[in-house]
């Protein structure tokens, strides 16, 4: 029951209720076919004798296989792979209001409903999640005045300034035409062909080469808006606003290595980390802000605020809090829901509006029409998962896959026949901001949007040297993979734009003559809020410690530990060369949640070595147990040992110093005693809680050991 009361949490949600009458289950039914026949036997078809042909009068064979032959739609042309879920938006006070008349964004008492889709780009529907990528962030907010989608991204810029360059930048990404290779991934020649000759993507791929895109969690990204909006107020009154979404566990990511590893040991790590966390009642949280500048700052800048390749500096303008979201439910049917789920950046209600930034009026075109191809037919909003709670009445009418009987005469405006119904509405409406335009039709980008390198430099200058380490190696890893050599130094040559050590320490790694001379000065400003490392480092919550155990094992420190951890929201689990039952001593038997051979340090924040000596003897000669510690450290990874469990350390080749005494020693996350049983100390788990909330020991040199 409290499984069950946490999947479906009773806040009064009204896209609940609405959903709820879509909602079917097959418990305590019967059979039959979609005219509701009832059927007595589908394992053998209708034919003429026992060894006889087929008869075509099977319609019940006939109707369940054509069914099947028609269950795949076209997956999304990008963000074909994502999670979805479902949760609310609340504001924390009223203070937007002044700026914007969306009563969702500044009225206290409104919890409106959210369903959020988390994707990756450029791989097919079926692949891996832990690729080099931008994540989309896409939420749909069910408010009272109508749906309002907010389709962003975990990175606050994009690779291109103009919409009618997305289909050869998409080109390029996918995989390649002529042999579909590769899948899901950036490095490859025909992305960086591009790439070298479109400088705009520059500030993009900073970001994409960096930990950004990587992230250890859906739960543990940022999401943006990218685009400058607008909001409007009761007076008409237009300010710029870019969206932001903090996430309250922080901003974490993995490292390169373990991603790959990930990709095979677990292709659905984020989703799944998603789902599982929804249903251990872990839900996800973050925080909407907003930038806001007042029109008459428009052009107060060094960049233009309708170039979606720039950011506005949170030090020039701070990121001000508006309300928060939490993730609470899954979805009951990832086809119906997460598939079917149809945003649109055109989906505005009052108080939001647009602005005329190239990419996103491009967007507000394609994305009604991609729905139209996706779900075959004008009539999509009406699937379950796109109705608004918003009354809807209008005067569109039939179409391919129509739910709706619209009684009466009348289906035009205006008329006397239906009672002039639906009438023109008074109040509540949508306005258009009353923007002045005027200008020749000219294809020419402003000279204000030509400053490609000035950020891109921001955010290099931005990066702890672990992080740019990390951007440098990404690079090389790119272009390394890229077979035709002036396109890698074509690159070099754009990256001596953004910075002339970055350029030389790429080169350095792929083959290409370091450039001798500064293309372009360093401007040498930074901005803070852009590094991962001055992210929330203070909550282990929700993460997951893998504790190698074995017969023999210290059981009283191990339920010290995992009680200690449980406490602050951190799950262990107990993995053993079999799995079963241990013998843990007096304290009676262990049981081990998992086989060592079925998991993978990568799939874990952590990893304990228990004390026993039998048991550490026995880990010491099981190569996957020596391999989990290796790669755990390799990784950065919070690594700690008790008792005897400190000597897998040493036959797993860490390089940190182990401590002699039971004096807990942190040697840059390496957490050692020699203590056991009930002598363990407090400050064992809370040493590794601390390294646990600051997600990796990231100065931990780790050349020497084994990947
Ligand atoms: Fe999208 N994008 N996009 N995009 N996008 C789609 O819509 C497109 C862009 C983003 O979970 C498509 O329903 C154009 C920026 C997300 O269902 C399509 C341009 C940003 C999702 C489309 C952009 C995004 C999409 C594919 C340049 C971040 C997944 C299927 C003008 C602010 C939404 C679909 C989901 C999906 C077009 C650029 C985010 C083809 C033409 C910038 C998160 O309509």
Redesign the pocket.
């Known amino acids: 029951m409290a499984a069950q009361s946490r999947r479906h949490p009773d806040h009064g949600d009204a896209k609940h209720e609405q959903l709820d009458r879509f909602r079917v289950t097959n418990d305590d039914t019967a059979l039959t076919t979609q005219q509701g026949v009832r059927v007595d036997h589908t394992d053998d078809s209708l034919s003429a004798g026992e060894r006889g042909p087929t008869l075509l009068e099977d319609f019940h064979a006939r109707e369940k296989i054509t069914h099947f032959d028609h269950e795949r739609i076209p997956e999304?042309?990008?963000?074909a792979r994502?999670a979805g879920a479902y949760g609310y938006f609340q504001p924390y006070d009223d203070w937007l209001g002044e700026y914007t008349v969306a009563g969702f964004l500044s009225d206290p008492a409104q919890r409106t409903p959210v369903f959020v889709?988390f994707?990756t780009v450029a791989g097919s529907r079926g692949s891996a999640d832990t690729v080099r990528d931008v994540r989309?962030?896409?939420t749909k907010f069910y408010t009272d005045e109508g749906n309002y989608d907010l389709?962003?991204?975990n990175m606050p810029v994009?690779f291109i300034q103009d919409?009618i360059k997305?289909p050869d930048f998409v080109h390029a990404v996918k995989p390649e035409p002529h042999n579909e290779i590769p899948q899901a991934q950036s490095a490859h020649d025909t992305l960086w062909d591009f790439v070298a000759l479109q400088p705009e993507t520059i500030h993009m791929m900073m970001w994409l080469m960096s930990d950004r895109a990587l992230p250890r969690s859906y739960r543990m990204m940022q999401g943006f808006?990218?685009?400058t909006f607008r909001l409007v107020n009761a007076d008409g009154r237009g300010t710029f606003v870019k969206f932001h979404w903090t996430p309250l566990l922080g901003t974490h990511s993995l490292v390169w290595d373990e991603t790959q590893k990930i990709a095979g040991k677990d292709p659905d790590y984020n989703r799944r980390d998603l789902w599982d966390a929804i249903e251990a009642g872990h839900f996800p949280e973050y925080e909407l802000g907003v930038q806001l500048v007042e029109e008459k700052d428009e052009f107060a800048f060094d960049f233009d605020l309708l170039d979606?390749t720039k950011i506005i500096p949170e030090e020039q303008v701070p990121v001000r809090p508006v309300g928060r979201m939490v993730l609470d439910r899954n979805p009951d049917n990832f086809f119906a829901e997460t598939e079917q789920?149809?945003?649109h950046t055109a989906n505005v209600v009052p108080g939001i509006d647009f602005t005329n930034d190239p990419?996103l009026q491009?967007?507000n075109f394609?994305?009604l029409d991609?729905?139209l191809i996706?779900l075959g037919g004008p009539n999509f909003a009406q699937l379950p998962v796109n109705r608004p709670v918003a009354p809807v009445h209008n005067d569109q009418r039939d179409g391919y896959g129509q739910q709706k009987i619209h009684k009466g005469q009348t289906s035009y405006h205006k008329n006397t026949l239906g009672g002039g119904c639906p009438a023109i509405a008074e109040s509540g409406t949508f306005s258009h901001y009353t923007e002045k335009v005027d200008g020749h039709k000219i294809r020419q980008r402003s000279e204000s949007f030509q400053d490609h390198y000035s950020q891109a430099t921001l955010f290099w200058n931005s990066m702890s040297e672990v992080e740019a380490e990390h951007i440098v190696a990404a690079f090389r890893f790119e272009l390394g993979k890229v077979e035709h050599k002036p396109i890698r130094a074509r690159v070099v040559e754009r990256l001596n734009h953004v910075d002339h050590d970055l350029a030389v320490r790429v080169a350095r790694g792929i083959g290409v003559e370091p450039p001798t001379e500064v293309s372009r000065p360093n401007h040498g400003r930074s901005s803070p809020a852009l590094s991962q490392l001055n992210t929330a480092l203070d909550r282990p919550d929700t993460r997951t410690v893998a504790v190698l155990a074995a017969d023999g094992a210290d059981g009283a420190g191990l339920r010290r530990l995992v009680a200690t951890l449980a406490d602050r929201g951190v799950t262990a689990e107990v993995l053993a060369p079999v799995d079963g039952e241990l013998d843990g001593g007096e304290h009676g038997p262990v049981s081990a949640d998992r086989a060592i051979t079925t998991m993978a340090s990568v799939l874990y924040d952590a990893v304990v070595v228990a004390s026993g000596a039998a048991g550490v003897g026995t880990l010491r000669e099981d190569g996957y147990a020596v391999h989990f510690v290796t790669e755990a450290y390799k990784h950065a990874k919070p690594v700690a040992a008790w008792g005897s469990g400190t000597e897998l350390l040493r036959t797993a080749g860490v390089t940190g110093r182990i401590a002699e005494s039971t004096d807990v020693m942190d040697d840059q996350g390496l957490i050692t005693t020699t203590a056991e049983g009930d002598a363990l100390p407090e400050d064992f788990a809370t040493t590794l809680l601390d390294r646990l909330a600051r997600h990796r020991a990231w100065e931990r040199i780790t050349e020497s050991v084994p990947a």
């Open positions: 999304r042309v990008v963000h994502g889709r994707s989309g962030f896409a389709v962003g991204n994009f919409g997305f808006g990218v685009h979606p789920v149809a945003f990419l491009a967007r394609s994305y991609t729905q996706r």
